[in-house]
């Protein structure tokens, strides 16, 4: 047998007893680098994963070896370059690999009802109430209560990761349970793709005939419906046959319906016909309060000290102190060991410093241009007009505020301008955004799509 064939067979071993995350964190780039007749060296990456495998999977791994070859007597650990490319494996990235493995270990999507598209995950429950969001957390409840009779339609709005489709899903989920109903919860996204299907193969009859049957339909982030004509008129006559029925429609998005660009004007005073209410950012207390909540069920028991330090930096989202919490979890999976203070400083400083921050000029301006519906390409041209002008200047402020790029750089960037328009325009965005309100959330909601986008 070659090396390569008995480590392969060690490693299939090894697969079967372990999770999959394990398997990768303790085994990725490892290789059989020299064998003599009694003994195998093994190269591994780096000091922390040879001692792991010396004092936990040694005994494991050479019974696996002699049993394919009974000579072998010993196997050693060689930090070294394996034959492929060796990546640098520091602590921040084992971690977060394994948070990548976890999520492809368990798609969200098992816990998802086919015919509603509910996650059970997501309930009231399992919702924490702080300030931020006790209106919009009271609407919902109240909905599900009087379904199609009190808050009709339920606008849900507010800025990315903080808990609009949980609240959402918590109302689909309610109401499912306690009566016999027709409920589907569906993205925009999703909605659009099935529409442009529907068109396709000549079955949007069917496709509004099964939306208008429901007793509750909830549409989650409509602002993607912005200058999406046909999905409008879909959404509007869906509504209207909905409403005209006392059935329930909820919809979210991460604006108020006054902020949606490109979006026809009966469809937005629908949107605003009923209830609106928003959630902000939660305080401390709230932080706090879901880090707890998050924690129940991980069987694992943090030190308040180490809890308020990470209620204390991940301020922006709730997604993001989750994302925190797990890097904390994966830590005591992998060390076997209750985190300390300094060890979560540690963990969260290098999840701070991670390229998670970094950002590139393409990725703001695809977030600007997306923002207010216009192409990229629309910033970088001549024209003057109005519905330009602004977005192209916002682009130009956001350039300076979050990349190290210079003032004739930025003015390169878009289209050739001269430093000096640049420097106009971000003097102009800095101090109108300091008194204009709705100016200021905008770049808040621009700012979130530029780091929390999958293509940074
Ligand atoms: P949004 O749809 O607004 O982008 P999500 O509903 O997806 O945000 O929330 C992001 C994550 O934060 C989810 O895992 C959700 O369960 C959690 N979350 C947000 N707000 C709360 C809250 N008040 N209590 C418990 N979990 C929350
Ligand atoms: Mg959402």
Redesign the pocket.
Known sequence: MTNDEIWKAVLGEMETSLSRANFITWFKNTTIVARDKAAIIVSVPNGFIKEWLENKFNKKILQSIRTLNPEIREVRYSIGKPKLDFIKQDFSKIIFERELEDKNDVPLDSDVDKATNLNKR?SFD???V?SN?ELACAACVAVTKNLGKLYNPLFIH?G???????LLQAVGNKVAEYRERRILYVPAERFSANIVDAIRNKSIEDLKNQYSHLDLLIIDDVQFFAGKEKMQEITFSTFNELYGKNKQIVFSSDRPPRAIPAIEERLRSRFEGGMIADIGV?DFETRLA?LK?KLIGKNLELDSEVLSYIATHMQKN??EL?GALNRVVAFNQVYNKIPDIKETKNILTSYLNTPYRKTSPQSILKAVADFYNISSNDLLKRSRKKEVVKPRQVAMFLLREETKLSFPEIGQKLGGRDHSTVIHACEKIRSESAIDEPLKQELVLIKERVYNSSDR
């Open positions: 997501y399992s919702f924490v702080g969001n507010g990315v990761g903080l808990g609009k489709t949980h939660p879901i909540q709730v997604r989750e």
